[in-house]
């Protein structure tokens, strides 16, 4: 049982989360003059990209998952590493020209357990993207996982996401990109 004190924290707190307006009701402000070009893309897609990801998460989540919202996404690098095939990270199916941009990206991301914790996640993003006659496209994202620890960040291995929140987030982003009129129609 909850001490009186607590449980009307919760309940302002509860009232407070709930009437501020869903991830999903937000509608990020995209032009294509800013999707495509340089450094205002990459600066387009950290500013929308948890907005994006958080309607993800609102359409897909089951009741009885915890809470998680992504919370700001930046920290972004563009230094490109060998794309040479590992256990994580295979490039089959990928345009053979080479013509694979990459892009680095951190998020932070909030679970909520129970009303007295909160879990902090700082993720970090690998994607790669290709240049097509329509626009950029998603090839492949590769997300590792950080926990905080007392000996500092614990880095869950390489993973697949691309058809994961991030993955599909960026790929919505691009598509809104590409066709701004149906940004609205989601």
């Not at 937000?26 to 600066?43: E, W, Y």
């Not at 950290?46 to 915890?66: D, E």
């Not at 060998?82 to 990206?105: E, K, M, R, W, Y």
Request: aromatic share 10%.
């Amino acid at each position: 049982m909850m001490p009186v004190v607590v449980k009307r924290i919760w309940v302002a707190v509860t009232i407070l989360l709930f009437s501020l307006p869903l991830p999903s009701q937000a509608s990020p402000s995209i032009t294509v003059s800013t999707c495509f070009d340089g450094k205002n893309f990459l600066d387009s897609l950290t500013k929308n990209l948890p907005h994006y990801a958080n309607r993800i998460i609102q359409t897909t989540r089951s009741k009885y998952s915890l809470p998680v919202y992504v919370i700001t996404a930046g920290k972004i690098d563009t230094t490109a590493l060998p794309l040479n095939p590992t256990p994580f990270f295979n490039l089959d199916n990928t345009p053979s020209d080479g013509n694979i941009a990459q892009v680095f990206i951190t998020t932070l991301e909030r679970q909520y357990p129970n009303p007295n914790r909160v879990v902090e996640t700082q993720n970090f993003h690998w994607l790669l993207l290709t240049a097509t006659p329509q626009g950029w496209t998603l090839v492949k994202a590769l997300t590792r996982l950080g926990y905080p620890h007392q000996d500092g960040f614990l880095l869950s291995p390489p993973r697949d996401s691309t058809n994961g929140i991030i993955g599909q987030a960026v790929q919505r982003w691009l598509r809104d990109c590409q066709f701004p009129q149906n940004v609205n129609k989601l």
